[in-house]
């Protein structure tokens, strides 16, 4: 608001500098109003990090898909899957099939199995299971995590 009043106050003085000039047309003094500095604002990017909440939510791995296959949560929350089917399976995002970044792979995923995750920074999440799916089809599914 300050900033705001800043700017009328120093429009009104310019304008009637001007008048000032205008009346007087031997005056040839060039009026420059100084540039108002760009106010940047900052918004909650898409990488930004929350810690934990506490909050947990749970995705079932069947066979064969994921229930439910679109979870939202905020981020902070910690999303447990278990493998309740009878076959192994794995949890992997679809842009990252070594599951590097997050996910779980066969050798951690056999029936009855569990793996979480802190999804701490917003963003959507795809990801699907590699024997029984593709990133769009069968075995698959989404976690959205929005600001909290
Ligand atoms: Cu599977």
Request: proline residues 7%.
């Amino acid at each position: 608001m300050r900033r705001v009043g800043g700017i009328c106050a120093a429009v009104l003085a310019a304008a009637a500098m001007v008048t000032a000039c205008a009346s007087d047309p031997d005056d040839a003094v060039q009026l420059t109003v100084p540039q108002q500095p760009t106010t940047i604002v900052t918004v909650a990017q898409s990488s930004e990090t929350f810690p934990a909440n506490g909050v947990t939510e749970l995705v079932d791995a069947l066979d064969n898909n994921f229930r439910p296959q679109v979870l939202t949560i905020t981020a902070g929350t910690t999303v447990t899957f278990t493998n309740v089917g009878r076959n192994v399976h794995n949890v992997v995002p679809a842009d990252d099939t070594t599951a590097s970044t997050w996910g779980v792979l066969d050798a951690g995923f056999a029936p009855k199995a569990t793996y979480s995750y802190v999804f701490a920074s917003p963003g959507t999440y795809n990801y699907y299971c590699t024997i029984h799916g593709t990133p769009t089809a069968a075995m698959f599914g989404t976690i959205v995590v929005t600001a909290p």
